[in-house]
């Protein structure tokens, strides 16, 4: 036999999941970071070098003291004393988007002042340039070279090759002498192949940077 289903019952059940429903969706969570930027707008931002400061550039900054800029040095504690830029701040990356780091960086959007990462080599502060982008913050830049460039001699800028030694990475190995080495091990048929001809890249020159904040 066929049991009757009570319709009260079911209606008492669906009030109760609905019920449930409800109170997951006021008692959850907002994420904490929400992203600002779109990737289109993103590759934009990245294509346009706006946000890139050389070190010439910077060099110029620090010596006038501007206010409008402030150098911020996200190396580990140890590498900041050592050596570092006059005048940066220490912010390490693991404390880049603490709430109270989220604070100060919010006093200075307020007040106009444009925020320059910089780590130790030129790909150090990209990552988290992307980040603070992405969350909203239009006053920050990125110091081409980082520190290890800028400790060299940044002041000399009477002579700037089309393809900064900032914007060339020194390979991990040296891909033509394993080649060569690799050719010279082959059979007597093989001897002939040559190694490719490395490739420089050319990079366009970006304006100077202009005073009084990004």
């Known amino acids: 036999m ?27 969570k907002k994420p904490e970071y929400v992203y600002k930027t779109s ?34 040095d996200i190396r580990n504690r140890y590498d900041f004393i050592k050596g570092h830029l006059e005048n940066a701040i220490n912010i390490p990356l693991t404390r880049l988007i603490e709430k109270s780091t989220l604070k100060t960086f919010d006093k200075y959007a307020n007040d106009s002042v444009c925020m320059v990462l910089y780590g130790n080599d030129q790909t150090g502060a990209n990552g988290p340039w992307m980040i603070l982008k992405q969350l909203g913050y239009s006053n920050v830049k990125v110091l081409l070279g980082g520190y290890d460039f800028y400790s060299k001699n940044p002041n000399d800028t009477e002579e700037i090759p089309d393809v900064p030694e900032y914007y060339v990475e020194d390979p991990k190995y040296d891909f033509a002498e394993i080649a060569a080495e690799t050719a010279s091990a082959a059979p007597a048929g093989d001897q002939g192949t040559k190694p490719p001809v490395p490739v420089t890249p050319v990079r366009k020159k970006k304006k100077q940077v202009i005073s009084g904040g990004c």
Do not use: C, W
């Open 2 to 28: 066929f049991h009757k289903r009570n319709p009260k019952r079911l209606t008492i059940s669906l009030i109760i999941f609905l019920l449930l429903i409800l109170i997951g969706f006021i008692t959850m």
């Open 39 to 72: 990737p289109g707008d993103m590759v934009e931002t990245i294509l346009s070098l706006e946000d890139e400061m050389t070190p010439e550039e910077a060099f110029e900054l620090i010596q006038v003291n501007d206010p409008k800029y402030v150098f911020i």
